[in-house]
């Protein structure tokens, strides 16, 4: 595994300086507010590619509201509105340019509950590549084989793909989320506390895949556990009632947080 | 995720466990109570009873079924009521005996009940068969009633053969001639077959039965007018009930007759289950569209929580109230300019512009419209979120997830709102009666003639068959078990279409295992 690159926290503590053509999401300024109601200020932060990138802090900071900017999420929500900028390989995904459903396309999403859709394992997996169309019979069983196959998951279901996405325990089901999502080759995969409902096993499992698949494309992981930023991870940022806190690469963070509040948290001594 | 705990009341809780459990007993109670009464009184119908030979204090004698006893009203006793059958001799087929009265009482073997196509049926002994005109000088008791089965069984067969012929041949000539009157082929061919029939039809006139009531008075029965005979107090117990399930294939089977007091309710349930089952069709899409947009496309602002409660509030509107509209809108609105449109050959008489089947599923969709939104509505608002933003993180567009993960995971809940508007609709009569059903219509509404749906008939219905056998006959007594029995068997049909789409449900639901995991 090659080591981040030593990077220098910034004075305030909240950027990195890689330089920028290793960053493969920036976000300038963001803030966002749920109908009044200021949920973040002001986050300011670049995402280096294929890397893993752990968001941590409190419940409620404000980590699930920023991962779900990065694919628009929002959008649905009439409540939400924002400010600032996000720039996912220089272009501004809020940008008339871009299409929405193509940006999720490229920004792909694993969520905290399993959420396999009604259908059969292959099927989930085979969604996103049919929505998309123009693909063989073929070609749709070899990327819903490679996509299994990069989730961890190709072992245990190759002789049940036609069963229900249903009949899998949670942490396949997770799993079978992460395949879904990669079938469609994102550039950039969010996940939202994907383990938080697994046992400790499972977990593990899941853990490792993400540190395996950084070798393909970027992961953004948010995460209550620590411990699981420590593992995981190459850098870190802390946020803290909707403020960016400490972004650092994830030894300097855990190990000589360069402020006070990042140092209470991670130790435990939480205002 | 998980299953939201039920809460519990601990039986310990004292008067409110006992309550609650009280009330279930009740309920549950009055309800097996009433499914048996009908389900007794309904069967029972079909039991060839016995036929009882009454020997009177003043010597008269008679014979019947007894039916029922009631206390004689200011004085002591009882006065039991008699089925006599005999319409013919006198007029009245009940007859209310005083228990007092009855000097003594037999069942002899040699009773026979012929079920006849007019006066209903005969009490009486056989005497003779044979042709008309027979002399009875030497009553031969013992081969006379093979002999009127052997008849009976020869008079069926004709019929057969002559309804063979009507339907196979007589009546695809006639169209034939219908629509090209110089077809010279087809007219002697219809000549020809005419003839036949005529000639099927002479074969079954000209026998009877000599058959004498057990007052002594006789009567020459012709014997194409009897559908049916038996005699019920030398059967078995096991021939007695062949014979009432043969009763029971008959009322199910055949049309009705006599002024629907007798026969069968074939029509009836035909055109039930047919109209319930537009209905759905009509009612589902309608339904489901309405719920998806206010579910999923409206904005959820007040207008749209005004709309809900509308619908809501419109399950209650009476469904006669629905009728009336329907009356309006679909009959003399719609159905009139269709017929000026379309059918203007066939004016002054209506096709569209009279109630139909047609106009009695859609005024019924209307009725069961708000129940199939709420139910809709309410599945599409359980399925959790996370099952739309990952289908929406996946590139799909809002249409795209909706017909593809939402809708399917509804389809439960939108078979539910189909099971609770056919509950409602095949027990609605009221407003069926403003928009066509038919007291009687023989010819159901679906045949093999183009364009085999027919829409615009008249059709039969079991609950307006009840109330129309229950209030219209000429027969109270003798109607009342033919209504127990039609409406036990509406209560079947309507359990048997709701266990279908029950059915339906769990199959969706099983085939990806929601029963295990309900999301
Ligand atoms: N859809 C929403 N509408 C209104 N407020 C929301 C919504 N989602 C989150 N919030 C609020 O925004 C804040 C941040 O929430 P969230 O991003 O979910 O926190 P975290 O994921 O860090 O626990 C919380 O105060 C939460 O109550
Ligand atoms: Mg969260």
């Known amino acids: ?271 | 995720m998980k299953r939201r705990a039920v809460r519990r009341l601990p039986r310990s809780e004292g008067p409110w466990a006992w309550l609650a459990a009280g009330s279930v007993a009740v309920s549950l109670l009055m309800l097996g109570g009433l499914l048996l009464l009908i389900a007794v009184r309904g069967l029972g119908h079909f039991w060839p009873a016995s036929v009882a030979l009454v020997t009177l204090d003043d010597g008269r004698a008679i014979a019947g079924r007894a039916t029922r006893e009631l206390p004689l009203v200011g004085q002591e006793g009882n006065e039991r009521l008699y089925f006599t059958g005999n319409r013919d001799f006198d007029g009245h087929v009940w007859e209310w005996i005083p228990v007092s009265a009855i000097a003594s009482q037999q069942r002899p073997v040699d009773l026979v009940v012929l079920e006849r196509r007019r006066y209903g049926d005969f009490i009486g002994r056989l005497v003779a068969v044979g042709p008309v005109g027979l002399s009875v000088d030497h009553p031969d008791q013992e081969a006379v009633w093979p002999r009127l089965q052997a008849r009976l069984q020869a008079q069926q067969a004709l019929r057969d053969e002559r309804d063979r012929l009507v339907r196979d041949t007589l009546r695809p000539l006639v169209q034939r001639v219908d629509a090209n009157p110089g077809d010279h082929d087809a007219r002697e061919a219809l000549a020809e077959v005419n003839d036949k029939v005529r000639a099927l039809q002479a074969g079954m006139h000209g026998e009877v039965a000599i058959v004498e009531s057990v007052g002594g008075r006789r009567l020459e029965q012709p014997l194409d007018e009897v559908l049916r005979a038996w005699r019920p107090n030398a059967m078995s117990p096991v021939e007695k009930l062949m014979a009432w399930a043969q009763n029971v294939w008959r009322f199910l089977s055949e049309g009705p007759r006599d002024v629907n007091a007798t026969g069968g309710v074939w029509p009836a349930i035909f055109g039930t289950v047919l109209m319930v089952l537009l209905m759905s069709l009509l009612v589902t899409p309608f339904g489901v569209l309405a719920a998806v947009y206010l579910n999923e496309v409206a904005h959820q602002g007040r207008m749209t929580h005004l709309v809900r409660i509308a619908v809501r509030n419109l399950a209650g509107v009476p469904s006669i109230v629905y009728g009336v509209f329907g009356l309006g809108v679909f009959v003399y609105g719609i159905g009139s300019s269709l017929d000026e449109w379309f059918f203007s050959d066939a004016l002054p008489s209506p096709t569209f512009g009279t109630g139909g089947l047609l106009w009695a599923s859609l005024t019924l969709a209307l009725l069961t419209l708000p129940v199939v939104i709420v139910a809709t509505e309410e599945g599409l608002a359980r399925i959790p979120v996370e099952q739309r933003e990952g289908a929406l993180a996946l590139g799909a567009t809002r249409l795209e997830t909706l017909t593809r993960v939402v809708l399917p995971m509804a389809v439960p809940a939108m078979l539910t709102g189909v099971i609770l508007a056919v509950a409602r609709a095949a027990g609605e009569v009221a407003p069926l009666m403003l928009v066509g059903v038919a007291k009687l219509a023989p010819q159901v509404p679906v045949d093999g003639e183009f364009p085999y749906l027919h829409l615009e008939r008249k059709f039969m219905h079991l609950g307006y068959h009840i109330y129309d056998t229950a209030f219209h006959g000429n027969d109270v007594q003798a109607a009342m078990p033919v209504v127990y029995a039609t409406a036990l068997l509406l209560v079947l049909v309507i359990l048997l279409l709701n266990l279908t789409a029950i059915l339906l449900r769990h199959y969706f639901r099983a085939r990806h295992g929601v029963l295990a995991r309900q999301p």
């Open chain 1, 1 to 271: 595994m090659s080591r981040p690159p030593r990077l220098q926290p910034a004075t305030s503590g909240s950027i990195i300086d890689f330089p920028p053509e290793a960053s493969c999401l920036a976000i300038e300024g963001l803030s966002l507010a749920y109908g009044g109601k200021s949920a973040l200020r002001g986050i300011s932060l670049r995402v280096p590619r294929h890397r893993v990138t752990a968001f941590i802090g409190p419940s409620g900071c404000g980590k699930s509201t920023l991962l779900r900017a990065l694919n628009r999420l929002h959008d649905l929500n009439e409540e939400a509105s924002h400010e600032g900028r996000i720039l996912l390989e220089g272009q501004d995904i809020h940008s008339p340019e871009v299409a929405v459903d193509e940006l999720r396309r490229r920004v792909g999403m694993v969520f905290q509950v399993p959420n396999p859709f009604p259908m059969s394992i292959y099927e989930n997996v085979a969604f996103g590549l049919r929505l998309q169309g123009g693909l063989t019979r073929r070609r749709m069983d070899d990327i819903v084989e490679w996509a299994l196959d990069a989730a961890a998951l190709w072992g245990e279901v190759k002789d049940r793909l036609r069963a229900s996405a249903w009949s899998l325990s949670g942490g396949q089901q997770q799993r079978l989320a992460i395949a879904r999502a990669l079938a469609v080759r994102p550039e950039v995969l969010l996940l939202d506390e994907p383990a938080s409902a697994l046992d400790p096993i499972s977990t593990l499992k899941i853990e490792e895949l993400i540190r395996g698949l950084k070798s393909q494309l970027t992961l953004i992981l948010v995460t209550h556990n620590m411990q699981q930023a420590a593992r995981v991870s190459d850098y870190t940022a802390f946020l803290q009632d909707g403020e960016l806190v400490e972004y650092a690469p994830t030894d300097n963070l855990f190990t000589n947080p360069s402020l006070r509040r990042t140092e209470n948290y991670i130790t435990g001594r939480m205002a």
